[in-house]
């Protein structure tokens, strides 16, 4: 291995070190450096040119451009969900980019009351609004939706028992499941009811000197079909108040509209949840909200009274940022007239199947030419999700490119998991799903088309390249 010192000197890593800094470079030499003493070691030969200037230049180059690389990148979500949990959920509207700038750097009136020129309250932002959208009397704001859903169970039923229906003991995502969060909550699950069937009288029985409330969640991303009976809210509410109990429900996604105006599928929203007499109503701020990442409590002032003294609440606020984008897309709300040429969301999700597929046939041409060489492209119908547990059985029809190797039979699966690869590893990277032999994707989330395409030129497909 020749110096550090010796390598620094070379030209080319010289204008290196210009671009990153000599501190980045250095830190690169010896960690190249470190991998090639390695190789070695393992019996691994290097090739002769591989400590001259160029070739340490070029690897050089590579390392630095991949270490200023950001972890959390934007991606193209050609995935047919439109709030993907793991692309990141709901995209905010301009406004709300807008008022995050502002607040971040800026100072602001996070806590403190201009009026009086008093310390204020930072739920003051979006309680009133939250108020005036749902017809609730308060509201607060947490982190998000299971949050929400621990601090009203840890603040209303410590130490007491709540009581859910067996065919609604959810589990989402894996890390949140109803059981865990009431053991956390320091509350005892009252498991009422069948998978399929829950009666009023179920609930009756179950109440007791320990209850303390009654509890629905929205099965959010599972639906039981066939011989089913669930309790209307409105009978819940009724026999949860005739017995002095609160009745709160986690509607999980939550939508402030009526979708079905939009030709979606129907959503419960808040404000038909507490006109049915629920006491406490969450939901999340990231899902058909169409907002940041939250938890959303609504319900009666004087229960949203205790869940603010909580001391947990302190630990699950909000911050800012959240604030400022919560409240703007809540504005939007006030405008239901704007609201799907507003906000990112609906906007996606009530994007017409025949820009959908005009789009498809557009784009088609260049990613064939981009891909000729190992796949072949077509124009297929498909079907996207709104995601999130929202509506999870209710299909959007949409249309995608579907990506199809060349090579058939053995290999076919290897070709295709290097399709997806190579646009993984694009500038801006492009997920897709992989279904019936084909990368598929859906192009409802592709908005902009251009630098879609212009990144095509960047695609590396040659099949047996090494990386170096
Ligand atoms: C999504 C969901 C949650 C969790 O909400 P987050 O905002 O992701 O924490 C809780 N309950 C239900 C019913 C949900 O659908």
Redesign the pocket.
Known sequence: MPAVDRVLQMPAVQALGAQYGHTAVVHAIRSLFSEMRQAMLDGIALPAEALQAPSLARRLQARLEAAMQASLRRVFNLTGTVLHTNLGRALLPAAAVDAVQAVMTQPCNLEYDLAPGERGDRDSHVEALLAELTGAEAATVVN????A?LLVLATLAARKEVIVSRGEL?E?GGS?RIPAIMAHAGCRLREVGTTNRTHLADFEQAIGVRSAMLMK??T?NYVIQGFTAAVPEQELAALAHARGLPFVV????GTLVDLSQYGLPQEPTPQETLAHGADIVTF?G??LLGGP?A?IIVGRAELVKKIKRNHLKRALRVDKMTLAALEAVLRLYRQPEKLAQHLPTLRLLTRPAADIESLCRRIEPAVAQAVSNVAHVSVVPCHSQIG??ALPVELLPSTALALAPLKRGRGEGTALKRLANAFRALPVPVIGTIADGALKFDLRCLENEREFVEQLARLRLDASRSES
């Open positions: 998000n939706n299971a949050a859903v959810i989402i949140f969640v929205h959010s986690d509607l999980g996604s999340s990231d899902k990442q938890g999130s547990g």
